[in-house]
């Protein structure tokens, strides 16, 4: 576990308030018994994994909606009852032609067109060029020789390593999706260089998969996207046809797979006609975040965040992604805090902040909800001291390789933003948990990314304070069907639950909102 510098008891002890025995009163009110029964509900497959989207987010927002109305936590006037909604797009294929030269390819077996980055699109032009993995950097250019404007490219997905095996633009040994450079810094690129078109090649599939056909002719409900940067118009081809249009693919294909650096020799243009036409048909519908409040007293313009995000994946294939721990855990600890403060409300001893309870859906998709609010805010983010949010805390993380796994919980954006979050966090623990904090994904070079993924971070790209909470169940049935009910470590999500509501109970009756003395962190390279 990572150390703070030490610091005297005694200046701690005047940071913080003078704690009331009721904190601990009112935190024995989150149990087992009440998680279990909550999760057990949240994580059926009456809700059918909550996608975003689909009926089964809404029975889940309406079940929560429910719990919020019967504790008697208020909501603001600007809201549907309890639900802040935004809007989600579903698209349909009308149309989609694709020929070079003479022939007319076949959607789903030659190409596909995927939605998201693509829009009405009607193109013509009369010349292809290989164009390497589309990438120009200091480090590495595929474009250094070769003239683009008015053509179509031919690009692989990817990047190249360098002579010790890592990778040369991205830097990392181990890239994802969340690692530079991806398609949409390649499909940017390729429209600032005036490319009409982009044929993809995907070096690890040599075909799109069933469900990606069926994606690219109806989609399940989208965010709306942002105007960005223009990016080139792309069609995904498969190794079949690319072998009968690309001289010597099967030597570029292995050079791809092998992450090899392309150089001059491998440069090819060809003269051929191509037509592109394509239409889609675009649905508006919608989705919710769900909001409760207990309000504050002399400081109820000032507000506390406890978040986690109520939605899965769904249904696929015949199967239920449940979402027990991710992030029906989550969801279930929200609720059970709400109720522990709406007990200590009615007994008059409410929070002297606003405490905002607040499950929002989207997430698994792209942060949808947390986005939409913070760029919709209910309450003034200025105003917002802190945001404590929750994604996976009843399940231990299988490749933690620790003699405390049954006593621990790793705690992100500790040393962000705000200077005061620690201390307080850190404290609270100590005295009412002991539980190992663990900072393992705090550290800048963490290949994952976790600071970035969860729904905090659209509360800190805004200069909110944040602390997320996490089990960092990665692998074993992480978005799997078997992420289940039966799988969750009961004591241990009970105890980070109170552990969470003992650091909100001090974050919102402390005197001073957290200071915000430390830079925002940006996602980089």
């Not at 164009?131 to 404007?149: F, H, L």
């Not at 069609?235 to 294909?253: D, S, W």
């Not at 005197?511 to 962190?521: A, C, E, V, W």
Request: with cysteine; net charge neutral; glycine share 8%.
């Amino acid at each position: 576990m990572k150390k703070l510098l030490f610091i005297p008891l005694l200046l701690i002890a005047g940071m913080l308030t003078a704690q009331k025995d009721d904190a601990a009163k009112y935190a024995n009110l989150i149990t087992e018994a009440g998680l279990q029964q909550h999760l057990n509900i949240i994580a059926s497959a009456e809700m059918e994994g909550r996608e975003t989207g689909t009926e089964g987010q809404r029975k889940a927002a309406a079940y929560i909606e429910g719990q919020f109305q019967a504790l008697g936590l208020t909501t603001s006037e600007t809201l549907n009852g309890y639900q802040q909604y935004y809007p989600l797009y579903s698209n349909r294929l009308l149309e989609s032609k694709v020929s070079i030269g003479n022939n007319e390819l076949t959607f789903g077996q030659e190409y596909i067109i995927p939605f998201q980055e693509n829009k009405d699109i009607s193109i013509k032009a009369n010349e292809f060029i290989f164009a390497g993995y589309g990438i120009e950097d200091e480090k590495y250019s595929d474009y250094k020789n070769i003239q683009v404007a008015g053509k179509v490219i031919v690009i692989f997905l990817g990047e190249p390593k360098n002579a010790e095996g890592n990778y040369i633009v991205s830097g990392s040994n181990k890239p994802s999706e969340w690692t530079y450079p991806g398609l949409s810094n390649k499909l940017e690129l390729a429209a600032r260089k005036g490319v009409k078109a982009v044929l993809l090649i995907n070096p690890n599939m040599d075909k799109p998969s069933s469900r990606m056909i069926a994606n690219s002719k109806q989609t399940n409900p989208r965010y709306p996207e942002k105007p960005s940067i223009k990016q080139a118009k792309y069609i995904l081809i498969t190794h079949e046809y690319a072998e009968q249009l690309i001289p010597g693919f099967g030597h570029l294909l292995k050079m791809a797979k092998m992450k090899n650096v392309f150089t001059d020799t491998e440069a090819w243009t060809k003269k051929i006609k191509f037509k592109l036409k394509y239409k889609k048909y675009t649905e508006k519908i919608a989705a919710s975040n769900v909001i409760g409040l207990i309000e504050g007293t002399d400081k109820k313009d000032e507000y506390v965040f406890i978040t986690a995000h109520y939605d899965h994946l769904g249904m696929h294939d015949g199967k239920i992604y449940y979402g027990a721990d991710d992030d029906g855990s989550g969801t279930c600890a929200v609720i059970e805090m709400a109720t522990a403060f709406a007990k200590a409300k009615a007994d008059g001893n409410g929070p002297r902040r606003t405490i905002v309870f607040m499950t929002v859906s989207g997430e698994e998709k792209g942060l949808w909800g947390s986005e939409y609010y913070t760029d919709n805010p209910v309450f003034p983010l200025n105003k917002t001291s802190v945001d404590l949010n929750i994604d996976m805390i009843g399940r231990i993380d299988s490749e933690r390789k620790k003699d405390d796994t049954l006593n621990y919980v790793y705690v992100v954006g500790h040393d962000k933003i705000s200077s005061e979050m620690p201390l307080i966090n850190e404290a609270m623990n100590d005295k009412y948990t002991g539980l190992v904090l663990d900072y393992k994904f705090d550290d800048p070079r963490d290949p994952e990314k976790i600071y970035f993924r969860s729904d905090h971070y659209n509360f800190a790209r805004k200069g909110v304070p944040v602390l997320f909470f996490y089990d960092g169940m990665l692998k074993a049935d992480y978005h799997k069907p078997t992420d289940t009910v039966d799988k969750i470590t009961w004591p241990l999500y009970e105890k980070r639950t109170r552990m969470i509501f003992h650091t909100a109970w001090e974050m919102a009756n402390r005197d001073n909102m957290l200071i915000r003395d430390k830079p925002i962190p940006t996602l980089t390279r």
